[in-house]
């Protein structure tokens, strides 16, 4: 078995361990109807993998060997963004006739997810720019 696997399954169950905790934290903080666990993981998600995208791209600041990029944006990235767990949710809604939170959580994933991976990825090349290393 290729190496790239086992590194790419430890990242995803560390990433998978994260999202539950983190989705679990915000239900019992806010114990709101609408997924709001979901929301923070899948921009949070995003942003990271923004981030290490462009640390790790071949220009950019931190050499990482393929390993590294699969076990960080394929393993954990992979295992703590959610969008199956999205859809499911914003189906639920919908089977629950709840439109409003349905419509709210599609936008707001994908226009802030978006955005964070933008902001992430600019971090990146931002720290890549900076002089030092």
């Known amino acids: 078995m290729n190496i790239?696997?086992?590194?790419?399954?430890?990242?995803?169950?560390?990433?998978?361990?994260?999202?539950?905790?983190?989705n679990e934290l915000v239900l019992q903080r806010t114990g709101s109807s609408f997924p709001l666990g979901i929301l923070i993981i899948n921009v949070t998600g995003s942003f990271l993998i923004g981030v290490f995208a462009a640390f790790t791209d071949p220009d950019g600041r931190i050499l990482a060997s393929p390993s590294v990029r699969q076990f960080l944006m394929i393993g954990i990235c992979g295992g703590y963004t959610t969008f199956s767990s999205f859809s499911?949710?914003?189906?639920?809604?919908?089977?629950?006739?709840?439109?409003?939170?349905?419509?709210?959580?599609?936008?707001?994933?994908?226009?802030?997810?978006?955005v964070a991976v933008w902001l992430g990825y600019l971090l990146g090349t931002m720290f890549n720019s900076m002089k030092g290393n």
């Open 4 to 22: 790239a696997y086992l590194w790419v399954a430890l990242g995803g169950a560390l990433g998978s361990v994260l999202r539950f905790w983190v």
């Open 88 to 114: 499911l949710e914003t189906l639920k809604r919908m089977q629950d006739g709840d439109w409003f939170y349905a419509g709210a959580n599609i936008v707001l994933s994908v226009v802030l997810c978006l």
